[in-house]
C-alpha cells in the first residue's frame, strides 16, 4: 500500500508578490477564501491607515513618504497572530527592510506575467501613480527589468499568470505550493470567484 504524505500549511502567511497588474489583489481574495484566512491588502491597508488614496499620498508626499507607509503598515499587518494572505504592492521589495520583513515568516508566491499582460489588466492605470499619464507599457517593462531580480530571490514559488483567469490562478498557486511541500490542506475544492485579473 502506498503512502500518501499530508501536505504541511504554508508556514506563517502567504504573501503575494509582483508588478502591477499581476493579479496580486484579486487572487489574494480568493485564495484567503480558499485557505479560511483573513485577507490584507496592503495598498487599502495604508489607505485605512491614513484616510488618504495612493494617488493623494503620491502627490502630497511623493513616493518617499508612501514607501516609508508601506514599510509600516507590512510590519503592523505582518504582527497579526493569525496567518493571513497578504497582497502587497507592486514595489514591496524596493527595501532590504520588507524582504527581511518577509522572509521571516511569509511563505511568499510571485505571480508573473508579461508586461503587455499586464498593461491589459491595468487599463488606463487610475489610482496607479507610477503609469498615471506615462506609457504604461513602457513603465512596466523597466519596472520589470528592475524588479524581477528581487522578486525571483524573495519568492519560495513563482507562477505564471499570463491568460489564465483568477480561479486558475488560485488553483495554480495551492498547486504548486503542495509541489514544494508548502501545501494547503486547508484549502476548500472549488472557487465561486473568477474571471480576469482586475486591480492587483
Ligand atoms: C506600486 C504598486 C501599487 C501601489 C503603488 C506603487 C509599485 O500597488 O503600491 O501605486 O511601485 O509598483 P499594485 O501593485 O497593487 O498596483
Known sequence: MV?????VAPVGHL?????????????????????????VDLDRAITQLTGRSIGVIFHEGGESTFRDLEA????L???AGDPIVLSTGGGVLGRGENCAVLAADSTVVWLRARPETLVDRV????????????NAL???RDLADDRDPAYERAAN????????????????????????????????????????????
Open 77 to 79: 499587518q505582518l504582527a
Open 138 to 140: 513602457g513603465v512596466l
Open 3 to 7: 503512502t500518501v504524505p499530508e501536505p
Open 15 to 39: 504573501a503575494l508578490v509582483g508588478l502591477m497588474g499581476s493579479g496580486k489583489t484579486a487572487v489574494g481574495r480568493v485564495l484567503a477564501d480558499r485557505l479560511r484566512r483573513r485577507h
Open 157 to 200: 514559488v513563482a507562477v505564471d499568470t499570463d491568460g489564465l483567469t483568477v480561479g486558475q490562478v488560485v488553483d495554480a498557486v495551492l498547486d504548486v505550493l503542495t509541489d514544494v511541500g508548502l501545501g494547503c490542506p486547508e484549502a476548500l475544492a472549488g472557487s465561486t470567484v473568477d474571471g480576469a485579473g482586475g486591480r492587483s
Open 123 to 134: 487599463g488606463d492605470g487610475v489610482g496607479r501613480p507610477l503609469l498615471e499619464g506615462r
Open 72 to 75: 509600516q503598515s507590512l510590519v
